[in-house]
């Protein structure tokens, strides 16, 4: 249980264009999920908070107009990058919290396996 | 937010206990553990949770101490597929909360 997918897996796209990347909670639904950015070598850093039905948080610093997240459904969130550059190359990664698969029954995050983006 | 404290980087040989610990010095009273391994190109995979005292799953365990400022995961006989990069996370649970990575542990496990 609690698995949590992640489309595409990787994306090559053109300077100017916008990219859409998906998250979805296979088995469960989840209230409250989290987008990251890793750039190499580099942990994880918090994006936005995306909560269903409700307008994301965003963390210090990230544009929410470059990084526009829906949160329509309990078991899909999108995130997607208008207008990319090169600079946003990066690895993207999604979360969902629920309390499956937590022996300690706390709500737990559980991740996405990421989606690769090459901005040429 | 708790911020957490790790050591950058562990090598081990194959076979051998790995102990990983974490400083969370400003630990909140319902803040929670959670220990995560991440490796390359993939999202972090969920390794074991606690909040006090000791944790065993079918992978690792964790142990806290009483004043739970610091927590150490424990991987019995390590092999080569568990050389990855190890987060220890400190965060609430509960809907709405947010978690912030540290540096994390890069584990590598030669033969």
């Known amino acids: 249980g609690a698995v949590v997918s992640q489309h595409p897996s990787w994306v090559i796209c053109k300077s100017g264009t916008s990219v859409k990347i998906e998250c979805r909670s296979l088995?469960?639904?989840?209230?409250?999920m989290f987008w990251y950015r890793q750039f190499p070598k580099q942990s994880l850093m918090l994006m936005a908070t995306s909560n269903e039905g409700s307008k994301a948080t965003y963390e210090q610093g990230v544009e929410k107009d470059k990084f526009l997240i829906n949160h329509a459904s309990l078991t899909l969130s999108t995130l997607t990058v208008t207008s990319a550059h090169p600079e946003d190359s990066s690895f993207y990664i999604c979360s969902a919290t629920t309390t499956s698969g937590s022996s300690a029954g706390r709500e737990t995050q559980y991740f996405g396996p990421g989606t690769r983006l090459l901005v040429l | 937010l708790a911020k957490t404290t790790q050591p950058i980087s562990m090598d081990s040989y194959e076979g051998q206990e790995v102990n990983i610990t974490c400083s969370h010095n400003?630990?909140?009273?319902?803040?929670?553990i959670t220990w995560y391994q991440q490796f390359p190109s993939q999202g972090p995979r969920f390794i074991i949770q606690g909040y006090k005292t000791k944790v065993t799953n079918e992978v690792a365990s964790l142990f806290i101490p009483a004043d739970r400022k610091s927590s150490t995961l424990s991987l019995p006989r390590v092999s080569l597929s568990d050389t990855a990069v190890y987060y220890c996370l400190v965060s609430a649970g509960g809907g709405g909360f947010k978690t912030i990575f540290g540096a994390g542990t890069r584990l590598f496990v030669k033969a």
């Open positions: 400003n630990i909140a009273t319902n803040d929670y």
């Open positions: 088995d469960f639904q989840a209230t409250t």
